[in-house]
């Protein structure tokens, strides 16, 4: 009954998708109407992209593909933002110098 | 009617004095602070006497027990403080022996609660139970409660620890004095020995 | 004065520098826009908590929407149970105190609230952690 919109997505920051990035991501699905779902591989387990721990629990490693899937009527753009954010690095150069 | 400002210092004294006992005791299965806690606790109440005592004894016991809460800063705080605020709630302003049993129970149970423990548990409710028991059976002497409250004291030596920091050493708690049920016995030893020199 | 449409969080440590810590981390990877209050130490300074420091920290994250606190040890929850039974009856309902480690049950929880997510939902992300 769904109806997906799919992608992946390399992850190439340097801990994956370890507790920052995780919260950057949750945060950014949160604010999207859509169910969100991710895995590690394109045919799941999904898990809710909405989920900080099982997000975090998930433990995403560095050069693995994050494949994402949305459903309903702002599919389209969180697919493309969640997309764009792991393509950004998590927008995490600027704070990652800074702390280290 | 015993004077309450009296009691308080006999109590606070008696805590006071034995706090590096307590803190002794509280490192060995636990962290160390009882003793410093209770002290300050009852400096503050100590300090505060003056408006203590301007207060009907329930009032009086009310705010000893929020002073305790405010004041000590470990677990003890709230438990301490619970027992004397509920004992203010208990009891009348003029207190029969039946009337402290009866208040003496709500109290531990209300403590008991607060802390989520039961009897047992190598807690200071295995000194105040028994002794809230002893004082409704009506053939208490103060003796007796002195030594009940020893007695109970000394029995928690050989408790396993299931409630509270101790706990987490399990097997090894065994073989100590919990410092909860030794600063219970200190302080219920000092009301009878304030009460009985009024008496 | 913060829009009130998020839980606010609040952090209760036996120590003032892991309370501070801990909401340092929850600033920095959730943001700003979760009420926070954090508070750590016994009345004179030392190790151990404060039912006045206590009832402070939630008077800080105050939300209409209800606070979550975090504790570490024992006597943090004890005192934060006392605190939260000396707020206003109407605030008492308002209040949970989480049963989850406190530095990661701090970020999970901020990071669900940061969502506008209910004060039961924001616990149980928190105590999603902590084994049943």
Not at chain 2, 76 to 84: R, V
Request: with cysteine.
């Amino acid at each position: 009954m769904n109806d997906w919109k799919s992608s992946s997505v390399v992850i190439r920051h340097e801990v994956g998708l370890h507790a920052r990035p995780s919260v950057k991501l949750t945060k950014l699905a949160k604010t999207f109407a859509s169910t969100i779902q991710i895995s590690g591989s394109p045919e799941g387990p999904w898990i809710d992209a909405k989920s900080i721990v099982k997000v975090m629990a998930m433990k995403a490693k560095q050069d693995s593909t994050l494949y994402l899937r949305a459903s309903g009527g702002d599919a389209a753009s969180a697919v493309d933002a969640l997309r764009g954010l792991v393509e950004r690095d998590f927008d995490e150069d600027a704070a990652h110098a800074a702390s280290g | 009617m015993p004077d309450l400002g009296k009691m308080l210092d006999v109590v606070a004294e008696r805590l006071i004095a034995h706090a590096e006992e307590l803190t002794a005791l509280d490192s060995a299965i636990g962290d160390a602070d009882h003793g410093l806690n209770m002290k300050r606790g009852f400096e503050a109440v100590l300090a505060d006497k003056v408006n203590i005592l301007a207060k009907p004894l329930p009032e009086a016991l009310k705010a000893i027990g929020m002073t305790l809460v405010m004041k000590v800063g470990g677990a003890s705080g709230p438990l301490y403080g619970t027992l004397f605020m509920t004992l203010g709630k208990e009891l009348p302003a003029e207190p029969s022996l039946a009337d402290a049993a009866r208040a003496l129970t709500a109290a531990v149970e209300a403590v008991k609660a607060r802390g989520k423990a039961d009897f047992d548990n190598k807690t200071m409710l295995d000194v105040l139970g028994p002794v809230a028991r002893h004082l409704g059976n009506g053939s208490a002497t103060f003796d007796s409660v002195r030594k009940l409250a020893h007695d109970r004291a000394e029995a928690t030596v050989p408790m396993k620890a299931i409630k509270g920091r101790a706990s987490f050493l399990g097997e090894r708690s065994i073989g100590h004095m919990d410092p909860g049920a030794r600063s219970s016995e200190l302080m219920i030893t000092a009301i009878c020995d304030g009460l009985e020199d009024k008496g | 004065m913060r829009a009130n449409d998020k839980v606010g969080i609040v952090i209760v440590s036996h120590s003032p520098d892991v309370a501070r810590g801990t909401a340092d981390m929850v600033r920095q990877m959730v943001g700003e826009d979760v009420p926070l209050g954090y508070c750590g130490g016994n009345p004179d300074g030392g190790l151990g908590t404060d039912v006045a420091k206590i009832l402070k920290a939630i008077d800080e994250a105050w939300s209409e929407k209800g606070v979550a606190i975090l504790v570490d040890l024992g006597g943090a929850e004890t005192n934060s149970e006392m605190a939260v039974e000396m707020l206003d009856p109407e605030r008492q309902g308002k209040v949970v105190i989480c049963n989850a480690p406190i530095v990661e049950g701090a970020v999970m929880a901020a990071t669900e609230a940061w969502g506008g997510a209910s004060l039961e939902d924001v616990r149980r992300t928190a105590e999603e952690l902590s084994p049943q």
